[in-house]
T-cell receptor, first 116, second 114 residues
Framework: SAVISQKPSRDICQRGTSLTIQCQVD?????MFWYRQQPGQSLTLIAT?????????ESGFVIDKFPISRPNLTFSTLTVSNMSPEDSSIYLC?????????????FGPGTRLLVL | AQSVAQPEDQVNVAEGNPLTVKCTYS??????LFWYVQYPNRGLQFLLK??????LVKGSYGFEAEFNKSQTSFHLKKPSALVSDSALYFC????????????FGKGTRLHILP
């Protein structure tokens, strides 16, 4: 398994501003993922962030809006840029310590974002 | 595309009674199925998974799930519910057509009534 922490745990932001969310893992992992969970909804994958390569974005998500950094095997950031109230969600990072071989994803506690 | 369906938005069970949270899947090839739980204001916690082998999979907190290939189901079960089991439960499947990304169901809110 893996222990994942996220900062901040929650934030209230003004529209038009940006917020960077940090994800720290207690072990080195190749595969990291960022998800969004809108209120009362399921999880939607934003992007996959593998160390040493550019993040891969899912349909409907773009790098200009959600830039991701993955500087090493234990850390990643997701920035929510030029925020609007529609960006109010829980943002979760996740890792797969087994690098995808029938493995299990483990999740951080999430960052609860409210955009006014 | 691979998918999972959770037909119930909410399930209510009296404390001490057995509980079942339903999940059906649609996959091509072998299904890799998961259950996660989300407690209030917390991230997702892994409960159990089915990859291959025994159809009855045991997981954390006394939960188990039964893989049924003929019914394409992977229902989550527990013999005796606790109030602390009240949470949001997600069924998920690895999508082999999308680089093994995990696809989540919409979730089922479980209420255990004291």
């Amino acid at each position: 398994s893996a222990v994942i922490s996220q900062k901040p745990s929650r934030d209230i932001c003004q529209r038009g501003t940006s917020l960077t969310i940090q994800c720290q893992v207690d072990s080195q992992v190749t595969m990291m993922f960022w998800y969004r969970q809108q209120p009362g909804q399921s999880l939607t994958l934003i992007a996959t962030a593998n160390q040493g390569s550019e993040a891969t974005y899912e349909s409907g998500f773009v790098i200009d809006k959600f830039p991701i950094s993955r500087p090493n095997l234990t850390f990643s950031t997701l920035t929510v840029s030029n925020m609007s109230p529609e960006d109010s969600s829980i943002y979760l990072c996740s890792v797969d310590p087994s690098s995808g071989s029938y493995g299990t994803q483990y999740f951080g506690p999430g960052t609860r974002l409210l955009v006014l | 595309a691979q998918s999972v369906a959770q037909p119930e938005d909410q399930v209510n069970v009296a404390e001490g009674n057995p509980l079942t949270v339903k999940c059906t899947y649609s996959v091509s090839g072998n299904p890799y199925l998961f259950w996660y739980v989300q407690y209030p204001n917390r991230g997702l916690q892994f409960l159990l998974k089915y990859i291959t082998g025994d159809n009855l999979v045991k997981g954390s907190y006394g939960f188990e799930a039964e893989f049924n290939k003929s019914q394409t189901s992977f229902h989550l079960k527990k013999p005796s519910a606790l109030v602390s089991d009240s949470a949001l439960y997600f069924c998920a499947v690895r999508d082999s057509n999308r680089d093994d990304k995990i696809i989540f169901g919409k979730g089922t809110r479980l209420h255990i009534l004291p």
